[in-house]
């Protein structure tokens, strides 16, 4: 006897999308009577579907809903948390559910076709270039990446792996020996600075493979984020004019930098901000009224035919500085288009904030419409816009995207993978799944370190590069990337590398590794060596007569490097009354720990008082709002505040000393870390 209860398993999915049909049809009924009768209310009942469709377009077929995915695998170890130490903030909860891409992949299953042949041509190539001392010898780990197969890799390079050679090594091996023509392949560094570099270094190691590659071919294949786009987008957008480059001397228009290295905005930005702000104001009654809620003034005077806005300075929570409303919202603008959302579709009501956030947000949203009008114009586009245009026509499959304009991107390395920002995901991931769709074969080897993931406070976050395989899946029975390693540190001698990792115990959530020390630890040599109760001001003399004695320690050392002494900061303050006492002649250089990152010195000196970031409520709702993060901006911070001082610390090769007048953060771990010792 058939089960009553029985239902076939061929209707199941009929039955399944009826079902989810009808409880969408009752949910725009019910929100377009609520939005007839409470019209500020109702979008908090907007369709969760239709939010997900707006920041992932093609996220959300049809006729299903995204399916939750398995975790990691555990070979992989992504994403532990650790517990945070005592004092500390916990981990808040996203108060947003998390977004989620779709699982359609778009990698392989096919993988490069890499041959014994091939392997063995540039293995015998690379020992020849050993010999001649155009490269160091690579190790084993290093070989993995230089010659992996898979068409998606993820390579996990802690500080002084010897990524940046290796990465050279694997452009040689993709071009010279699997064929793949330089047209089609793109390396993307992080800044213009570290793409000169890269470029030197591979028409070097090029040149001895006897392969043709001149400064101009180099130029085409060794971009930025920035600079990709804007290759793109002289294509696509019509040879744009960039708002960023206003008063800027010499700018190209190609050549773009990564907007973390820009200064000040200059005058002929500033005056543009305060137009759409004046615009604003004059003609937007509910942003007059958001304004002077805002700077506490009296409520406006509605019978002025032309009213001045006023330019009272406005210090929004978690924000160093006060400055002009306008520059606030174009600050602000400029993390939020970063976290992937777009400010024309942001519905301020669902912000999740005190009414100082909410009334920031809505007159920041109603400000950049008329800051956006008035770019248009004028012929100009910021980069964010651009990468936004870009990702829209991308995964509409416009046919103003040629496949001229795509190629360049068929096979993709990028570098400081750890420091993009979910807008840049979006980007990519619309630009592989446009050439996927079109049948191209295309690959990407992402490298990073999620302990060296240091600019959040621009958008970035490592769980983009911990989460990467649902942003970036696989086809066929495998969706997950391939995961390497590089944990030999070739700079750091073990206990500076002990120390380093200390501070990162208080990392909640971060990938698990240990990095190994390839250079021996000589007599005098040490990890960091706090020096608490230290003031800068009243102390500097002492600071400067111990910097000329490191100098003399490093000068007596055989084989030291090349760099003696690296002064570090989180702050330029500092720096300048360090820089004002110091002998010229000495080998030293001070840098801010952000700018220092990459390079190196025999002895590190850090001044640092590590001073707990202020809290953000606004950027704790847009983190929310944004569905890309696990956790709050606030944890993000203070999570970023250890992964700066381990950046710091790690830029040492036999010493570190640390200087600070209170023992907190992360000095406070590296105390606690001596008592256990």
């Not at 993709?412 to 074969?441: C, K, N, T, Y």
């Not at 750091?492 to 630890?521: C, H, M, N």
Request: proline share 5%.
């Amino acid at each position: 006897m058939k089960n009553p209860y029985h239902i076939n398993h061929l209707l199941t999915p009929w039955l399944l999308i009826s079902m989810f049909s009808a409880v969408k049809r009752y949910k725009l009924l019910v929100s377009g009577a609520l939005a007839r009768c409470f019209p500020r209310t109702s979008a908090y009942l907007q369709s969760e579907e239709e939010l997900l469709v707006r920041r992932w377009p093609n996220a959300v077929s049809k006729q299903t809903l995204p399916r939750t995915s398995k975790k990691s695998a555990a070979a992989a170890k992504i994403g532990r948390a650790t517990k945070s130490p005592a004092g500390t903030a916990t981990p808040a909860k996203p108060r947003a559910k998390a977004r989620k891409p779709a699982s359609e992949g778009i990698y392989g299953p096919a993988k490069l076709t890499v041959d014994e042949q091939q392997i063995q041509a540039m293995r015998l190539r690379v020992g020849r270039a050993v010999e001649a001392g155009v490269i160091c010898a690579p190790s084993d780990e290093q070989w993995a990446m230089i010659l992996e197969d898979s068409p998606v890799t993820r390579i996990f390079a802690g500080a002084g792996s010897g990524k940046s050679t290796t990465l050279v090594l694997r452009v040689v091996f993709m071009l010279c020996h699997l064929g793949i023509a330089p047209e089609r392949l793109t390396v993307i560094s992080f800044t213009n600075a570290s793409c000169t570099q890269l470029r030197e270094q591979l028409i070097r190691v090029l040149g001895f493979w006897n392969f043709d590659f001149d400064p101009a071919s180099a130029r085409q294949c060794v971009r930025t984020f920035h600079s990709a786009m804007a290759a793109m987008a002289r294509d696509v957008l019509g040879k744009p004019v960039w708002f960023e480059q206003l008063d800027e001397k010499g700018a190209s228009p190609l050549d773009l930098d990564n907007p973390l290295t820009a200064s000040r905005m200059r005058p002929a930005q500033q005056r543009l901000l305060k137009q759409a702000y004046q615009t604003c104001y004059a003609e937007e009654d509910r942003f007059r009224t958001l304004v002077h809620e805002l700077l506490r003034l009296p409520s406006p005077d509605d019978k002025k035919r032309a009213p001045k806005a006023p330019l009272d300075v406005f210090k929004l929570a978690g924000e160093f500085t006060p400055a002009p409303l306008f520059e606030a919202f174009y600050a602000q603008a400029g993390f939020i288009e970063s976290i992937g959302i777009r400010i024309d579709q942001m519905q301020p009501a669902r912000l999740q904030g005190s009414s100082v956030e909410r009334a920031f947000s809505e007159a920041l949203v109603l400000f950049w419409r008329h800051f956006q009008a008035l770019l248009a114009s004028q012929g100009l586009t910021t980069f964010n816009g651009a990468f936004q245009a870009l990702t829209q026509r991308l995964a509409a499959a416009d046919r103003s995207v040629s496949s001229a304009a795509l190629t360049p991107f068929s096979h993709l390395l990028i570098d400081e993978f750890q420091d993009i920002s979910p807008q840049i995901v979006q980007w990519l991931q619309a630009l592989h799944r446009a050439l996927s769709s079109q049948g191209e074969a295309v690959s990407l080897m992402a490298i990073g370190d999620d302990w060296q993931s240091i600019y959040g406070w621009r958008g970035s976050s490592p769980e983009l590069f911990m989460d990467f395989d649902k942003y970036f899946p696989g086809r066929g029975a495998s969706k997950k990337s391939r995961v390497l390693m590089l944990e030999t540190n070739y700079r750091s001698i073990e206990p500076v590398i002990r120390d380093g990792e200390a501070v990162l115990s208080g990392v909640t959530f971060k990938q698990t590794k240990v990095s190994q020390a390839a250079k021996a630890t000589q007599q005098g040599d040490h990890g960091v060596k706090l020096v608490t109760r230290f003031d800068v001001k009243s102390r500097l003399p002492e600071l400067i007569r111990e910097i000329q004695a490191q100098c003399e320690h490093v000068s007596a050392r055989p084989n030291a490097d090349r760099n003696a002494v690296l002064v570090l900061s989180r702050r330029n303050e500092p720096l300048r009354a360090i820089e004002a006492q110091l002998d010229r002649k000495l080998p030293v250089k001070t840098y801010t720990i952000h700018r220092a990152k990459g390079l190196q010195a025999e002895v590190a000196i850090i001044v640092d008082d590590c001073l707990p970031a202020e809290r953000h409520p606004l950027r704790n709702a847009l983190y929310a709002y944004s569905g890309f993060f696990r956790n709050s901006y606030d944890q993000a911070m203070a999570d970023e505040s250890l992964r700066l001082a381990y950046v710091a610390i790690t830029r040492g090769v036999s010493r570190v000393y640390w200087y600070t007048q209170k023992v907190q953060g992360a000095t406070r771990l590296l105390a606690d870390h001596r008592k256990a010792q």
